[in-house]
C-alpha cells in the first residue's frame, strides 16, 4: 500500500509539470463554466416567464463526464508506455514494488489529478445553491459526484492497463480512445434490435450506468459493480502486460 | 553473496547467455568484462530480477531471484547500462522517491549524504534533464548506493565519465567493495585489472575465463612472447631454446619458426640469441610478438576484429 501511494504522489506531481494536464485541466474547466452559465441565464430567462423549474448542478457532472471520455486518454497514455520507452521501467521492475503496486499507483496518481479537477467543480453547485430556495437536493448532487468518481475510476484503470501493453504513447492514446468511444456510443446501438438479448449490451454500455442512473439520484449496486469491474479489469490487464514485458 | 548455477536466457531462438556458473563473495569486486553482446546486461538483469532466466537458478544475497524477487530486489543495488532516469524531475526530489520506494528512514539525510558521496551535492535541486552525462551516472550511483545494499549491481559505472570522475568512482567502488559484494561490466581492461579481485570474461553468452586479476594478468600479460626465426633447417631450434633458464611455452610453428615466452619483467631476449648462434644458427629474426591484454582479451573471446 505504501509502495502505492508513494509512485501516485510521484505520478500526480508529474502531472503538474507536464503542458498536458493543463490542456487537460482548461479543456474540461472551461466547457464546464460555460455550460454553467448558460444553465443559469435559461433558468432565469424561464423563471422571468413563469416557467421552467430549479436549475440543476448535475448536468455539469455529466458534461464532466462526457468531456472525460476524450480527454481522459490523454492522462493515462504515457503512464507506463513512457517507462518502457524511456528505460525507467527497468529501474521500476528492479526496485522492491510489485508490478501490481507499480499498476495501481499510476492509476491512483491519475485519479488523484481528476479528484483535484472534481473538486473544483464543487463550486458550481455552491453557487447554484445561492440561487434557489430553498436548496438544491445535496443528495442528488452527492450521487452524481459518486457516480463521476467511479466512471473515472474505470476510465483511468482501463487507461493506465492498455498504456502498460504499448511502447508508444499516442498507439496507447489512440487505443483507449477508441475503446472509450465503442463503450460510451455505440456497444448499446444494436441493443433496440436484439430485444431480450440486448440487454446484456445494454448492461455493457458505459454511460446507461450513469447517466441515467446515478447522475439522477439513483445509487444501485449493478451500476458500482460495473464499474468497479471495469477498474479491476484495467488494473489487472496493466499488471498482467507488465509481467509479459518481464518474460520477453 | 552471488551465486549462479546453469543460468541461461533465451530471447525468442536467440540463446543470450548459456549455462553460466560463477559466484561471488561479500567484500569482493567482481568485473564482468565482455565484448557488446556477450551477454553481460542479460546476466545482470537476470540478477536485479528485471527478468527471469529461462533455465537454471541464481542466489543473490541468500535469496532466489525467481522464486524470492521482492528480497533480492530489496538487497541489491543497480546501475543499469542506460542508466534510466525520470529526466523532468530534480535530483534530489527522484532521489528520495528511489528511497521511500525502499522505506529507507530519514531518507532526506540519507539522500543529503550519497549526493555528498557521488560528488553532486550542489546540483541537488538542479533537473535530471539539465545533467552532463557524467553527471547523470553519478545520480545512476547514488540512487544504486540509496539503500544500502549487499549487492551492489553496476552496467558500465564508469562509461561517459571524465578522466578525474573515473578516477573517483574507481575509489568509491573499491570502497563499497571492501565490505560488500560488487559485480561491475566494463569493456575497459584496464579498469578490471584496477579494481576487480576477479574477472568473469564473457563471450557468445558463455564465461571463458575466470580468475584473480593477478592470475589472470600472469596468465594474459605476464608472459611476454617472442618468435624465433632461423635460415635453413631448425628441426632441433625448439630444444635449443629450451635449454635457457626461465623460457616456457616452447611451441615450433608450421614454417619452422619457434615463439616462447618468458615470465615479463626479465628479458631473456638475449640469453636466448646467444643460445641460438652459439648452436650454430643463423639467427635472421627475434622479435617480440607483443601480446597485449587487449589482444590476448580479443584471443579469448574471438572477435572477428582481431588484429592481424
Not at chain 2, 575465463?209 to 631450434?237: C, F, K, M, P, S
Request: aromatic share 10%; glycine share 8%.
Amino acid at each position: 500500500m505504501r509502495n502505492i501511494w508513494t509512485i501516485a504522489k510521484r505520478e500526480y506531481d508529474n502531472y503538474f509539470n507536464s503542458p498536458l494536464a493543463y490542456v487537460v485541466a482548461f479543456a474540461i474547466l472551461l466547457p464546464l463554466g460555460i455550460y454553467f452559465a448558460l444553465i443559469i441565464w435559461i433558468s432565469a430567462d424561464q423563471a422571468m416567464f413563469g416557467g421552467g423549474g430549479a436549475p440543476e448542478a448535475t448536468p455539469i457532472n455529466w458534461l464532466f463526464v462526457f468531456l472525460m471520455i476524450f480527454l481522459s486518454p490523454a492522462l493515462t497514455m504515457r503512464a507506463l508506455s513512457d517507462e518502457a520507452r524511456m528505460g525507467t521501467l527497468e529501474l521500476m521492475l528492479t526496485a522492491p514494488v510489485r508490478d501490481f503496486e507499480l499498476v495501481a499507483g499510476k492509476w491512483l496518481g491519475a485519479m488523484l489529478f481528476v479528484l483535484s479537477l472534481a473538486l473544483v467543480t464543487l463550486v458550481f453547485p455552491i453557487i447554484l445553491n445561492n440561487f434557489v430556495t430553498p436548496s438544491i437536493d445535496w443528495k442528488v448532487v452527492l450521487s452524481s459526484y459518486l457516480g463521476l468518481v467511479l466512471v473515472v475510476s474505470a476510465l483511468l484503470a482501463l487507461g493506465v492497463g492498455i498504456s502498460a501493453i504499448f511502447t508508444n504513447q499516442f498507439a496507447a492514446f489512440f487505443t483507449t480512445l477508441g475503446l472509450f468511444f465503442f463503450l460510451w456510443f455505440m456497444i448499446g446501438l444494436p441493443a433496440s434490435y436484439l430485444q431480450e438479448s440486448g440487454e446484456v449490451l445494454n448492461y455493457l454500455s458505459l454511460s446507461n450506468h450513469f447517466s441515467s442512473s446515478m447522475n439522477i439520484g439513483t445509487i444501485n449496486l449493478g451500476d458500482i459493480a460495473y464499474y468497479l469491474s471495469l477498474t479491476a479489469l484495467g488494473l489487472f490487464v496493466g499488471t498482467t502486460a507488465i509481467e509479459i514485458r518481464r518474460w520477453r | 553473496m552471488i551465486k549462479v548455477s546453469g543460468l541461461t536466457k533465451d530471447y525468442g531462438a536467440r540463446r543470450a547467455i548459456q549455462n553460466l556458473n560463477f559466484d561471488a563473495q561479500q567484500g569482493e569486486i567482481v568485473g564482468f568484462l565482455g565484448p557488446n553482446g556477450a551477454g553481460k546486461t542479460t546476466t545482470m538483469r537476470i540478477l536485479t530480477g528485471y527478468m527471469p532466466p529461462t533455465d537454471g537458478e541464481a542466489i543473490v544475497a541468500g535469496y532466489d531471484v525467481v522464486e524470492e524477487s521482492l528480497e533480492v530486489r530489496k538487497r541489491v543495488g543497480y546501475l543499469p547500462e542506460t542508466v534510466p532516469l525520470y529526466t523532468d524531475m530534480v535530483v534530489f526530489d527522484y532521489l528520495k522517491f528511489m528511497g521511500d520506494l525502499r522505506h529507507i528512514p530519514d531518507v532526506d539525510d540519507r539522500v543529503d549524504e550519497v549526493l555528498d558521496m557521488v560528488g553532486l551535492i550542489d546540483r541537488a535541486n538542479g533537473y535530471i534533464g539539465n545533467l552532463s552525462k557524467g553527471m547523470r551516472q553519478r545520480v545512476g550511483l547514488a540512487q544504486a548506493l540509496l539503500h544500502r545494499p549487499e549487492v551492489l549491481i553496476l552496467d558500465e559505472p564508469t562509461i561517459g565519465l571524465d578522466p578525474g570522475q573515473v578516477v573517483e568512482v574507481r575509489e568509491l567502488i573499491r570502497e563499497i567493495g571492501k565490505e560488500r559484494t560488487v559485480l561491475l561490466s566494463t569493456h575497459v581492461l584496464h579498469e578490471a585489472q584496477n579494481i576487480c579481485d576477479r574477472v568473469l570474461i564473457i563471450n557468445k553468452g558463455k564465461i571463458v575465463a575466470e580468475d584473480t586479476t593477478e592470475n589472470l594478468q600472469a596468465r594474459l600479460i605476464g608472459a611476454e612472447r617472442v618468435i624465433v626465426r632461423v635460415r635453413g633447417e631448425a628441426d632441433e631450434l625448439a630444444d635449443t631454446i629450451k635449454q635457457v633458464k626461465g623460457v616456457r611455452g616452447v611451441e615450433t610453428k608450421e614454417d619452422g619458426a619457434v615463439e616462447f615466452e618468458f615470465a615479463s619483467g626479465k628479458d631473456l631476449r638475449p640469453e636466448v640469441a646467444k643460445q641460438v648462434i652459439k648452436s650454430g644458427y643463423d639467427l635472421l629474426e627475434l622479435r617480440p610478438l607483443g601480446m597485449s591484454l587487449e589482444e590476448i582479451f580479443l584471443e579469448l573471446t574471438g572477435s572477428e576484429t582481431k588484429k592481424k
